[in-house]
């Protein structure tokens, strides 16, 4: 442990009856929040470059002369493998940093070796499709053979250019930050904190000097009890922000400074997986390295892949958009309809379930991306804008935004100027706005334009801009989260609600998952096996978890709103049932369900003001564990 570091935690745990009068400050090098893909990036180029030639008096500390830089870098989740997400990346990024990778060295890691797309018919006849899709459905069953429609699915018989994955790999995400973060940490440069939140960021003249931690001993409000540890103050002269899709930090910061001219966080998707085992014996086996993307079930705006790993798993999900133009959020249900579509239940059904999660992606990209550096701060990753809606892919370009400001603060600790925003632009904002990553956002820039008037619109102008590399595009702004949630119901609807309201209070299930079964959506045939009920798959394994003594990080700001609300999205949207409704019908929150999908952030239906819903999504410990998501 770092010196100064580690003489800040002792006299924090010696502390007895600590107030706030006593809050530790430590002060380091370069501060990170976050350990995502866009982290790994950012610490194994400073990592490889030290260890190239650690006596580089570019490393030496300014803090601690005559010791090498202090790194220190924050994870709010308990363990560095918690990441979400079944991966199929180009790894251009990635390959670079890492010239002799073998995807044999990171489980559940494989080449890709087949890309397939598929537009999926709805064999049970209850999605909502417009008139105008069920006729094309309807032309596409009667010319089932010639078109060659099989299991109820129609595969493009190419896959477009843009969204190639060819000489990419298939990973999956918590396996892989672990593998990264074994080879940083042997390096002894770096530490990495799992369980450590990282609440605030400290701003002082419109410059970040730094981050707090979490305070520890707190009832759930943040009242302080006997236990009470204020969390650390962590002076930097750099703040590294990689706080992923709903990060704390990434907030903070966009709400002192405010966002670049135009720009606003509009756009959110939930992913939701599941990673299914399949046993030796598999009828219909599928080769490692297959990837398959879908579209059009269970509702034409839900895309959905599956990816199979090495050693007969497979990972399997779907992502719920927020322009998607209806309050019924149930993922938990449509993940379950979507992997009982024929065409992926004849390779998994005799799978058994090992794993489960839940995530948000920020898909604004260029449109949301915030101020990307100023004095004493840089953002890298997603929650700065880098995930390409057109390519569906946020990993590399995370990983590749950590390598360019890895490169440019070595440029700037060599010059030995100070990071300050000038010249951080210089460097970070000029290696970004040159690279591939730049290029992609401004072809994906507007690539979601039509979605606001259906799903065939916004089909057509992703088309456009992907085949034209953004030149031709659908212009318009996709309404915010809130406005897709709320609507005029008609006639038809208002029963349809009744009657799910009705079903909901006689067996207690979920609202949505009601009105699915109202809808015309058949009831889960569960077996204990692979289809389970949501309330199991949390539990399954322990893997749902929240140490205790840290304050709750979801806030409902104005109780008289959600008095007032009808639609109580955020009780039947929630990943982790974490949300339920109290008995004096306000919305409760129970951290230790919580999974920090974050969701519940941009699906309330009722804003405070033009930017923010009711709910605020604060840093928190815990969540889910699982390595193999
Ligand atoms: C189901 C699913 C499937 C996906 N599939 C693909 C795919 O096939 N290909 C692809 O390229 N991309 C895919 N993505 C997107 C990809 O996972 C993200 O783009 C990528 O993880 C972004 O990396 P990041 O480092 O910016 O953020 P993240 O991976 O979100 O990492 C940010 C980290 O910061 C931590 N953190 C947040 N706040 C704090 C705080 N206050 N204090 C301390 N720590 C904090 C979080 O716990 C998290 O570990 C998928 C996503 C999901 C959910
Ligand atoms: S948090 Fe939002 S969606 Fe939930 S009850 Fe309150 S206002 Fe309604
Ligand atoms: S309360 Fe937790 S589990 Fe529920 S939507 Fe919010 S972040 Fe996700």
Not at 213 to 241: C, F, H, I, W
Request: net charge negative; glycine share 12%; proline share 6%.
């Amino acid at each position: 442990m770092n010196a100064g570091v580690e003489a800040a935690m002792h006299a924090l745990s010696q502390a007895d009856g600590v107030g706030e009068d006593i809050r530790q400050t430590v002060n380091v090098d370069i501060a990170c929040v976050g350990f995502g893909p866009a982290m790994g990036g950012f610490l194994t180029t400073l990592v490889n470059a030290w260890n190239e030639n650690p006596a580089d008096p570019a490393f030496e500390s300014s803090v601690a002369p005559g010791l090498p830089l202090q790194v220190l870098c924050y994870e709010r989740a308990d363990d560095l493998a918690a990441a979400v997400s079944g991966v199929v990346t180009r790894a251009r990024g990635i390959r670079a940093s890492f010239p002799d990778l073998k995807p044999e060295d990171i489980p559940m890691s494989a080449p890709v070796r087949q890309e397939r797309i598929f537009y999926l018919l709805d064999p049970i006849g209850a999605s909502r499709r417009t008139f105008g899709l069920r006729a094309a459905d309807a032309a596409l069953r009667s010319f089932g053979r010639i078109a060659g429609v099989k299991d109820h699915a129609f595969e493009l018989p190419w896959t477009p250019g843009f969204l190639h994955k060819s000489g990419g790999l298939l990973l999956s995400l918590g396996q892989f930050n672990q593998w990264v973060a074994s080879q940083i940490m042997a390096s002894g440069l770096v530490q990495i904190w799992p369980g450590t939140p990282v609440s605030d960021p400290l701003i002082a003249d419109c410059a970040v000097t730094g981050i707090r931690l979490a305070d520890q001993g707190v009832d759930k409000r943040g009242t302080p009890s006997e236990n009470y540890m204020p969390g650390m103050d962590v002076q930097a002269r750099l703040t590294v922000v990689g706080d992923g899709p709903v990060g704390a930090i990434g907030q903070r910061i966009d709400s002192a400074l405010g966002m670049p001219k135009g720009h606003a966080h509009r756009e959110w998707a939930l992913g939701m997986k599941f990673v299914i085992e399949l046993p030796e014996s598999a009828e219909h086996p599928l080769e490692p390295g297959t990837v398959w993307h879908t579209l059009g079930f269970p509702e034409p705006e839900i895309f959905g892949f599956l990816y199979a790993h090495p050693d007969r798993l497979v990972s399997v999900g779907i992502f719920v958009p927020s322009w998607m133009h209806d309050p019924a959020r149930t993922s938990y249900r449509y993940l379950q309809h979507f992997i009982q579509h024929p065409l992926v239940w004849r390779h998994i059904k005799e799978g058994t379930l090992r794993s489960w999660g839940a995530k948000s992606l920020e898909e604004s990209g260029r449109q949301g991306e915030p101020w990307i550096c100023g004095n004493g701060f840089a953002r890298i990753g997603e929650g700065s804008g880098s995930t390409n809606v057109l390519t569906n892919s946020g990993v590399d370009e995370a990983w590749t935004t950590g390598v360019q400001l890895g490169e440019s603060v070595i440029e700037i600790l060599r010059s030995g100027k100070p990071f300050t925003e000038g010249n951080l632009a210089e460097t970070y904002g000029a290696r970004r706005r040159a690279s591939w990553v730049e290029r992609g956002a401004q072809e994906a820039e507007h690539a979601r334009g039509g979605f606001q008037h259906g799903f065939t619109r916004g089909m057509i102008g992703m088309a456009l801009a992907g085949l034209s590399r953004g030149r031709i595009a659908l212009h318009g702004e996709l309404p915010a989260p809130w406005m897709q949630l709320r609507g005029t119901p008609g006639k038809k609807e208002i029963l349809t609600r009744r009657m799910a309201a009705q079903v909901a209070m006689e067996d207690g299930r979920p609202i949505h998952d009601a009105l699915l079964t109202a809808r015309g959506w058949p009831e889960i045939p569960f077996d204990g096996r692979l289809l389970v009920t949501h309330q199991d798959a949390l539990l399954m394994g322990g893997k749902v978890q929240a140490t205790p003594g840290f304050a709750d990080h979801v806030l409902f700001r104005d109780p008289r709103l959600c008095a007032a609300c009808e639609d109580k999205t955020c009780v039947a949207m929630c990943s982790g049932q974490a949300i339920t409704l109290g008995a004096d019908g306000l919305p409760v929150f129970e951290r230790e369900k919580c999974i920090h999908c974050g969701a519940c952030l941009w699906n309330c239906s009722q804003p405070v003001d033009g930017e923010h819903t009711n709910i605020e999504f604060r840093a928190g410990s815990g969540g889910l564990h699982s390595a193999e998501n």
